[in-house]
């Protein structure tokens, strides 16, 4: 088992910047991808982005690319989401999830575990 515990979210105009971080505890973390999704409200859970297990690959939505950035540090158990020129459309609850096998994580249903996910408000 893992455990994920999600931090960072908050109130932002539109044009700022926030970093999520995500705590890992468990399995042995730097044996995961990582991934990042968001919810917003009445739309599914979608994928935001995705890093490998020793960080060295990282893949975004097109939605977020370049204006996002995936890091993580297995010393710490934590991955990141650094998230620049935010605009209102990024409001959503933004998860993190391991998944299931290394070298996996390109679609959700590969991600086994999930943290309680953390409120991010752009406003405009």
């Known amino acids: 088992q893992v455990q994920l515990v999600e931090s960072g979210g908050g109130l932002v105009q539109a044009g700022g910047s926030l970093r999520l971080s995500c705590a890992a505890s468990?399995?042995?973390?730097?044996?995961?991808?990582m991934g990042w999704f968001r919810q917003a409200p009445g739309k599914e859970r979608e994928f935001v982005a995705r890093?490998?297990?020793?960080?060295?690959?990282?893949y975004y939505a097109d939605s977020v690319k370049g204006r996002f950035t995936i890091s993580r540090d297995n010393a710490k158990n934590t991955v990141y989401l650094q998230m620049n020129s935010l605009n209102p459309e990024d409001t959503a609850v933004y998860y993190c999830a391991a998944a299931r096998f290394p070298g996996s994580g390109w679609v959700l249903k590969e991600y086994d575990h999930w943290g309680q996910g953390t409120q991010v408000t752009v406003s405009s």
């Open positions: 890093i490998n297990e020793n960080g060295g690959s990282t």
């Open positions: 468990g399995r042995t973390f730097s044996r995961n991808t």
